[in-house]
T-cell receptor
Framework: GAGVSQSPRYKVAKRGQDVALRCDPI?????LFWYQQALGQGPEFLTY????????KSGLPSDRFFAERPEGSVSTLKIQRTQQEDSAVYLC??????????FGQGTRLTVV | GESVGLHLPTLSVQEGDNSIINCAYS??????FIWYKQESGKGPQFIID?????DKRQGQRVTVLLNKTVKHLSLQIAATQPGDSAVYFC?????????FGTGTSLTVIP
């Protein structure tokens, strides 16, 4: 595709609900990143994939957060039993190996 | 995580003036740096990048300077325009991760 695509753009979840956020990276990009951005802050690293392999998940804040990229293309970030502190913008980015990292528009998650 | 910080959280400039946004990084092993522009409600947009074997790189109206001795990065925007108003982030790559600072909010006064 022309750019990194994320869906949905906005998600409102009741506390305790599970959510799934989707990322379609740029075609051919083997590297995929997830970031969390709180209001007024810079993006915080969550996890990194190279193709289907999750090479780094050190930024995931708890075991309620889970990411997958089963076929090395589309990725899903799942948050179980959402809590209010999970409210943030979730950004997906992709790149060629060690190349420029391009971001999607993000999914704004609001937990009420 | 690593520390990537910006010296000025806000910056206001007159339209047509040059803007300079600064960034300090802490990891001397970082080998690649990117400047991003983020407008409200949008994802970070790539502006310019520089690798650690370079000191300076120029783009269209933008220049990035890298001083590895003091671990400092700057973004210069020439003839700043109202459309340049946004939050600017620098990011450094260490291993597989890119670390971002808090950002500098640039406001261009017409």
């Amino acid at each position: 595709g022309a750019g990194v695509s994320q869906s949905p753009r906005y998600k409102v979840a009741k506390r305790g609900q599970d959510v799934a956020l989707r990322c379609d990276p740029i075609s051919g990009h083997v590297s995929l990143f997830w970031y969390q951005q709180a209001l007024g802050q810079g993006p915080e690293f969550l996890t990194y994939f190279q193709n289907e392999a999750q090479l780094d998940k050190s930024g995931l804040p708890s075991d309620r957060f889970f990411a997958e990229r089963p076929e090395g293309s589309v990725s899903t970030l799942k948050i179980q039993r959402t809590q209010q502190e999970d409210s943030a913008v979730y950004l997906c980015a992709s790149s060629l190996p060690r190349g420029v990292v391009y971001f999607g528009q993000g999914t704004r998650l609001t937990v009420v | 995580g690593e520390s990537v910080g910006l010296h000025l959280p806000t910056l206001s400039v007159q339209e047509g003036d040059n803007s300079i946004i600064n960034c300090a990084y802490s990891n001397s092993a970082s080998d690649y740096f990117i400047w991003y522009k983020q407008e409200s409600g949008k994802g970070p947009q790539f502006i310019i990048d520089i690798r650690s074997n370079m000191d300076k790189r120029q783009g269209q109206r933008v220049t990035v300077l890298l001083n590895k001795t003091v671990k400092h990065l700057s973004l210069q925007i020439a003839a700043t325009q109202p459309g340049d108003s946004a939050v600017y982030f620098c990011a450094e790559r260490a291993g597989n991760q890119f670390y971002f600072g808090t950002g500098t909010s640039l406001t261009v006064i017409p």
